[in-house]
């Protein structure tokens, strides 16, 4: 299967500092990325889906202006968490999708970012 | 309106007997239907899906599921539970559109020595 990187894999970081998470697709065009959030035991909670040259489209209840997502091109979409407080703590994974191609194709995910505000 | 269901958050089998892990799906059109898996602070990895083509859809791993019109179904069977096995699996819908996944809730399968 297609290869989707995300980096970094942990991070650490300062209560009012700003983190940002990196999403590759390694070998296919990613015009379609999704960015979730998952809490310990649950289920993955889509925060936003982002077209390659295109603003991102928030899920109802995360605000746009805290985690910014920027999709600028075909192998690469980044989540910026702005201004991080430790409810922010969580697992932030990606995917990616080829809207292009057929409807039963998969998504391929990142390995996820463990997020740890301090 | 797509949308998946699993039954049983939580699911424990014994090393060497069948894993059976059930979803049932609601879909406004011909769904496409999906399971991946999730091991412990990993990104998710698919295991199988089904498109339309055959109802019996074998993936890795030695997992497999039926597609069953009549009862709204894509459950998840291995027939021989292997201690690697234990992971959280999740079903999941593709919408109409092709844009988004709807993801069930997740069940959490532990292999019992």
């Known amino acids: 299967g297609a290869v989707v990187s995300q980096h970094p894999s942990r991070v650490i970081c300062k209560s009012g500092t700003s983190v940002k998470i990196e999403c590759r697709s390694l070998?296919?065009?990613?015009?379609?990325m999704f960015w979730y959030r998952q809490f310990p035991k649950q289920s993955l909670m889509l925060m936003a889906t982002?077209?390659?040259?295109?603003?991102?489209?928030?899920e109802q209840g995360v605000e746009k202006d805290k985690f910014l997502i920027n999709h600028a091109s075909l192998t690469l979409s980044t989540l910026t968490v702005t201004s991080a407080h430790p409810e922010d703590s969580s697992f932030y994974i990606c995917?990616?999708?080829?809207?292009?191609?057929?409807?039963?194709?998969?998504?391929?995910f990142g390995q996820g970012t463990r997020l740890t505000v301090v | 309106a797509q949308s998946v269901t699993q039954l049983g958050s939580h699911v424990s089998v014994s090393e060497g007997a069948l894993v059976l892990l059930r979803c049932n799906y609601s879909?406004?059109?011909?769904?496409?239907l999906f399971w991946y898996v999730q091991y412990p602070n990993q990104g998710l990895q698919l295991l199988l899906k089904?498109?339309?083509?055959?109802?019996l859809v074998k993936g890795i791993n030695g997992f497999e599921a039926e597609f069953k019109k009549s009862e709204t179904s894509f459950h998840l069977t291995k027939p021989s539970a292997h201690m690697s096995d234990a992971a959280e699996y999740f079903c999941?819908?593709?919408?109409?559109?092709?844009?988004?996944?709807?993801f069930g809730t997740g069940t959490s399968l532990t292999v019992i020595p």
């Open positions: 999941a819908v593709i919408s109409f559109t092709g844009n988004q996944f709807y």
């Open positions: 995917s990616a999708r080829n809207r292009y191609r057929d409807r039963a194709t998969e998504a391929f």
């Open positions: 089904y498109t339309s083509a055959a109802t």
């Open positions: 070998d296919f065009q990613a015009t379609t």
């Open positions: 982002s077209n390659e040259g295109s603003k991102a489209t928030y």
């Open positions: 879909s406004s059109v011909p769904p496409y």
